[in-house]
């Protein structure tokens, strides 16, 4: 029997097979959609509403942005999308910009590294003020090898405020502050499960770090906090049946700290080694894998959702939107990267470890003059060893002051913030070498973030190649001029761009001839 329209209802609209017609029917993600057979039975087209039996081969569901990821997922945190705003460091993820990702149903994380104790205080009371009816909102947790006393002040704070999300990054050993903040608070339930607090979404780009959050939190530690009387015993024993995080996003060829390693290998085997883990430890609870790191487009966030991506996580791109606390020429640089645009430099809070993060190279020549520091710094023992010419150098070049000049302002800061590294530094030429070579490294992020004019050429901008794969996208619309970028704009276009591309490459694997216009999408501005 045929399906035929109601009596006074309009006729279903007739299959299309030309290209422009099927890419028209495939950005319609929120309707049913039919592939469907020609009159010779060999050519497909698509086509909607009721169809007579025998044309149909088959039939795609609505998709909706909000189904790309994890349910479980949007269900833990309290969201609506599969979507999270980065926690870009030195506060260039705003409180403002968390406050308009939780308000647009959606999650957030203020970038607490490297700012001083009383900025994060200040930005978790506004946060907690403003959002207090709200769970989906965080402050990050970074790793600070050389202030570890910081990293656990800070810690303590964000759950004695109730910081509903931490998210952990740059760790690449547990700390006490990264267990307390997964521990305390646990408890079980009225049906027996542990319920956590506080959530941690934690960032790794290697499998032993992975396997560390995976893992339940070792017993030294646990028992040192519980020695401390900062967990109690109950707090310990639950914290020793559970995963570290629940949330893992795996961090690929992100701006920032980064190993730049590719989302296609990285997730897979972090994927993988999370189903070995819950299967050893046996878990109740599925743990989540997120992705980061080279999210620039529609295709990227569809890419990363076919992994098998619960959430995804976006980052440089967010520094142009107009919550970003970045100067408008910082800005601007940005706006004019391309993919390749980009370097390695030397990383202020682990500069004695030779760790690098990823950098804009266009404009600014600060990922040259760090590499320089980087090189002194390893090749002497002290700043009385440089040689005078390339000391010379690096006064007139890269410092603009001498090394004395620096010191003295070096001096200062870690007096008012931690003395102990004063006496240290007179202690250890070496490190009072770091301390010096530090400011620099310091200062060119604030400069950026000011827009210190005369120190352009000298701004640390956190950068991917996901910049430059943004700006080649929104080139020509809307989106173009960062005055028109909202961080929740930015989202709401690459998800549902990439719920586009999705349904764009379904259809393809049902063998419609779709044009290659199908598998873009040009991003929009508000209504």
Known sequence: MSVLAAPGTPAAPPPVFSPEGIAALARRIREPVHVVSGPDGRELGLATGPRPDGQVLGTLP??????????????????????????????????????????????????????????????????????????????????????????????????????????????????????????????????????????????????EVAERFLSPAPAALLDRLVAEGRLTPQEADLAARVPVAEDITVEADSGGHTDNRPLSVLLPRIAQLRSTLTRRFGYRRPVRIGAAGGLGTPDAVAAAFALGASYVVVGSVNQTATEAGLSDEAKAMLCEADVADVAMAPAADMFELGVTLQVLSRGTMFARRAGKLGAAYRAHGSLEEIPPAVRASIERDVLRASFDEVWRRTRAFWEERDPAEVTRAEADPKHRMALVFRWYLGSSSRWAITGEADRRTDYQIWCGPAMGAFNGWVAGTSLADPANRSVVLIALNLLEGAAVLTRAHQLRTYGVPLPSEAFTYIPGGPA
């Open 62 to 207: 609505p998709l909706y942005p909000e189904w790309l990821g994890g349910r479980t997922f949007c269900e833990a945190h309290g969201v609506r999308f599969p979507y999270v705003a980065g926690e870009m460091a030195n506060g260039i993820a705003t409180t403002r910009m968390v406050s308009a990702m939780a308000r647009a149903e959606m999650l957030g994380f203020f970038g607490a590294g490297g700012l001083a104790y009383a900025d994060v205080e200040r930005a978790v009371h506004t946060l907690a003020d403003e959002l207090r009816s709200r769970t989906n909102w965080g402050v990050n947790l970074i790793h600070s090898p050389a202030e570890p006393a910081l990293e656990l002040r800070v810690a303590e704070l964000l759950l004695r405020c109730g910081v509903p999300r931490i998210s952990a990054s740059a760790f690449m050993e547990l700390t006490p502050a990264v267990v307390l903040c997964a521990a305390r608070g646990l408890r079980r339930g009225a049906d027996g499960e542990i319920v956590r607090r506080t959530r941690m979404l934690a960032k790794v780009s290697r499998p």
